[in-house]
């Protein structure tokens, strides 16, 4: 298993970074250079690729070694993937030898035992680099390789350049990544890298849309400690935002900014649940505000120009001017992406996410705990969830009585107390027996579900009274579309009292 940190140089300073005392009072030997030529290889329709590997031959003076590589999974940068490797006679793949290493009973195992693989394999792109290795061991023992690369990656006349650092655990937690990677930001300006250099290359070769990641299923042991279900829901969350990371910056997908946004939501949700055992330190805790403020506009601005004015001025007289209003507001969301992208690809959201990661993989929370906390830490997750659970579950039935004749502050106060029900609802699913929760947790959905549609239609409002502010000759256009909007919520209060009735019905089934 490969367990390496990616970061990628804003400027070409790789020489100032090797010459750090950072990096140089902690070499085990004296760092080295390489010049290393890999080709990648793969089928006219990209088996490889849909299988979601990559097939490499390096080139290191007169040795070759084939490297076959999963995609795993990466969180924060850091790239966790299975790596099968070995040495070969030429610059051809020999598939010999990677169908010994790879197990029989998988579908890329399969792939590489049809018998006509190797001769539809043909090369795809080449990365030329030169490379500077160190072997370091940090002050807690870890040892970490150090890899930095300047080069670039050629697929026909297309070329990319390569300016990356990698920092590869050699013994130790992966972990002690992120905390020497947050020193060496202090020094050096960087930023997540969110793409291997096998990604980089296929990108060249093919177009291949950002697709917006869910959040993945949590599955929680039922004899876990509370502090190992709280890591557990973290990662679950970081995993989400990292995921969509790439599609914020490289993409004009509006579901890539949705998603990052319910990780952070999911996130900070995960924090509050837990904060009087773990408390999160106020300075990550802002900067978690900081970039879920970043996204939001975006988001707001997204669901009004491609969805609800879109739904509210269909069909409208001519007279109303829907193209001006449209245009306007996809004018506006454009620029609030772009905002939000050039956020995740800062300095700042690196350091944010490698201090998260670090954090809340070293548990340093433990510090400072009393004896009755450190219990609470250790004892079963279940009790706790189940504590939490009916908590919240109290708080949204005392803030959502005569749900339907709210107003729209304490209608809000309600739609964050379902929200908060319903994340923590999926976090501890899995600790009780199955199906349990399934009923609970559709009526929940559905009424979260509709108080978000609801919140969507006032900060839709909000948003089209701004336009006017800024173009008052948009005002009649504003105005139509105020008012479809207006009549849809007025036309929703049976619904909303229907799903109330029907949640509130719905007890906790323990």
Same mark, same amino acid.
């Given at each position: 298993?490969?367990?390496? $940190?990616?970061?990628?140089?804003?400027?070409?300073?790789?020489?100032?970074?090797?010459?750090?005392?950072?990096?140089? /009072?902690?070499?085990?030997?004296?760092?080295?250079?390489?010049? &290393?030529?890999?080709?990648?290889?793969?089928?006219?329709?990209?088996?490889?690729?849909?299988?979601?590997?990559? +097939?490499?031959?390096? *080139?290191?003076?007169?040795?070759?070694?084939?490297?076959?590589?999963?995609?795993?999974?990466? *969180?924060?940068?850091?790239?966790? !993937?299975?790596?099968?490797?070995?040495?070969?006679?030429?610059?051809?793949?020999?598939?010999?030898?990677?169908?010994?290493?790879?197990?029989?009973?998988?579908? $890329?195992?399969?792939?590489?035992?049809?018998?006509?693989?190797?001769?539809?394999?043909?090369?795809?792109?080449?990365?030329?680099?030169? !490379?500077?290795?160190?072997? +370091?061991?940090?002050?807690?023992?870890?040892?970490?390789?150090?890899?930095?690369?300047?080069?670039?990656?050629?697929?026909?006349?297309?070329?990319?350049?390569?300016?990356?650092?990698?920092?590869?655990?050699?013994?130790?937690?992966?972990?002690?990544?992120?905390?020497?990677?947050?020193?060496?930001?202090?020094?050096?300006?960087?930023?997540?890298?969110?793409?291997?250099?096998?990604?980089?290359? =296929?990108?060249?070769?093919?177009?291949?849309?950002?697709?917006?990641?869910?959040?993945?299923?949590?599955?929680?042991?039922?004899?876990?400690?509370?502090?190992?279900?709280?890591?557990?829901?973290?990662?679950?969350?970081?995993?989400?935002? /990292?995921?969509?990371?790439?599609?914020?910056?490289?993409?004009?997908?509006?579901?890539?900014?949705?998603?990052?946004?319910?990780?952070?939501? %999911? &996130?900070?949700?995960?924090?509050?649940?837990?904060? /009087?055992?773990?408390?999160?330190?106020?300075?990550?805790?802002?900067?978690?505000?900081?970039?879920?403020?970043?996204?939001?506009?975006?988001?707001?601005?997204?669901?009004?120009?491609?969805?609800?004015?879109?739904?509210?001025?269909?069909?409208?007289?001519?007279?109303?001017?829907?193209?001006?209003?449209?245009?306007? @507001?996809?004018?506006?969301? @454009?620029?609030?992406?772009?905002?939000?992208?050039?956020?995740?690809?800062?300095?700042?959201?690196?350091?944010?996410?490698?201090? +998260?990661?670090?954090?809340?993989?070293?548990?340093?929370?433990?510090?400072?705990?009393?004896?009755?906390?450190?219990?609470?830490?250790?004892?079963?997750?279940?009790?706790? @969830? $189940?504590?939490?659970?009916?908590?919240?579950?109290?708080?949204?039935?005392?803030?959502?009585?005569?749900?339907?004749? &709210?107003?729209?502050?304490?209608?809000?106060?309600?739609?964050?107390?379902?929200?908060?029900? %319903? =994340?923590?609802?999926?976090?501890?699913?899995? &600790?009780?027996? @199955?199906?349990? $929760?399934? %009923?609970?947790?559709?009526?929940?959905?559905?009424?979260?579900?509709?108080?978000?549609?609801?919140?969507?239609?006032?900060?839709?409002?909000? +948003?089209?009274?701004?336009?006017?502010?800024?173009?008052?000759?948009?005002?009649?256009?504003?105005? =139509?579309?105020?008012? =479809?909007?207006?009549?849809?919520?007025?036309?929703?209060?049976?619904?909303? *009292?229907?799903?109330?009735?029907?949640?509130?019905?719905?007890?906790?089934?323990?």
């Amino acid at each position: 298993m490969e367990r390496e $940190l990616k970061l990628e140089l804003l400027q070409d300073e790789v020489d100032r970074l090797i010459a750090l005392p950072l990096l140089s /009072s902690r070499c085990v030997e004296p760092p080295h250079d390489e010049q &290393l030529v890999s080709t990648y290889f793969d089928t006219g329709d990209l088996s490889l690729r849909r299988h979601r590997a990559s +097939l490499r031959v390096r *080139q290191a003076g007169d040795h070759f070694v084939q490297t076959l590589k999963t995609q795993g999974r990466r *969180q924060g940068g850091l790239y966790e !993937r299975n790596e099968f490797e070995s040495a070969i006679a030429g610059p051809t793949p020999d598939l010999t030898a990677l169908r010994e290493k790879l197990p029989k009973d998988t579908a $890329l195992g399969d792939l590489l035992r049809e018998g006509d693989l190797a001769e539809r394999l043909e090369p795809l792109f080449v990365s030329e680099v030169q !490379r500077t290795v160190a072997l +370091l061991r940090l002050p807690q023992g870890a040892e970490v390789e150090v890899a930095l690369d300047r080069g670039s990656i050629r697929a026909g006349k297309a070329t990319v350049p390569i300016r990356e650092l990698e920092l590869e655990i050699q013994a130790g937690a992966p972990t002690a990544l992120f905390g020497f990677a947050l020193e060496l930001l202090d020094a050096i300006p960087m930023r997540l890298s969110r793409a291997s250099k096998g990604d980089r290359g =296929y990108a060249l070769v093919v177009c291949e849309p950002s697709e917006a990641v869910r959040a993945a299923p949590l599955t929680l042991s039922d004899e876990a400690s509370t502090e190992a279900v709280f890591q557990s829901i973290v990662q679950n969350c970081l995993a989400q935002i /990292s995921a969509n990371e790439h599609g914020v910056v490289n993409s004009d997908n509006p579901e890539t900014v949705h998603q990052m946004r319910v990780g952070l939501r %999911r &996130l900070r949700s995960a924090l509050d649940i837990f904060q /009087s055992l773990i408390a999160c330190p106020p300075e990550l805790q802002e900067e978690i505000k900081w970039i879920a403020g970043e996204l939001g506009p975006a988001r707001d601005w997204e669901v009004l120009a491609h969805s609800t004015l879109r739904e509210a001025v269909d069909g409208a007289p001519s007279d109303v001017g829907a193209d001006e209003i449209l245009a306007a @507001a996809n004018e506006v969301a @454009a620029e609030a992406r772009q905002r939000a992208a050039q956020a995740v690809d800062s300095v700042r959201y690196t350091r944010l996410i490698l201090a +998260l990661n670090h954090w809340a993989g070293s548990g340093d929370w433990r510090h400072g705990h009393g004896d009755a906390q450190h219990t609470e830490l250790a004892g079963p997750a279940a009790k706790f @969830a $189940l504590d939490t659970l009916h908590q919240r579950h109290r708080k949204l039935l005392k803030r959502g009585r005569r749900m339907a004749r &709210l107003d729209v502050h304490r209608r809000h106060r309600a739609r964050i107390a379902a929200k908060k029900l %319903r =994340y923590a609802t999926e976090f501890f699913e899995s &600790l009780f027996p @199955a199906k349990k $929760l399934q %009923r609970f947790r559709r009526q929940l959905s559905r009424l979260q579900d509709d108080l978000g549609w609801r919140n969507d239609m006032a900060v839709a409002d909000d +948003l089209l009274r701004s336009l006017t502010v800024k173009d008052p000759q948009l005002a009649s256009g504003t105005g =139509y579309a105020r008012g =479809y909007l207006a009549g849809r919520v007025d036309a929703d209060k049976e619904q909303l *009292q229907s799903l109330w009735r029907r949640f509130k019905g719905t007890r906790l089934p323990f």
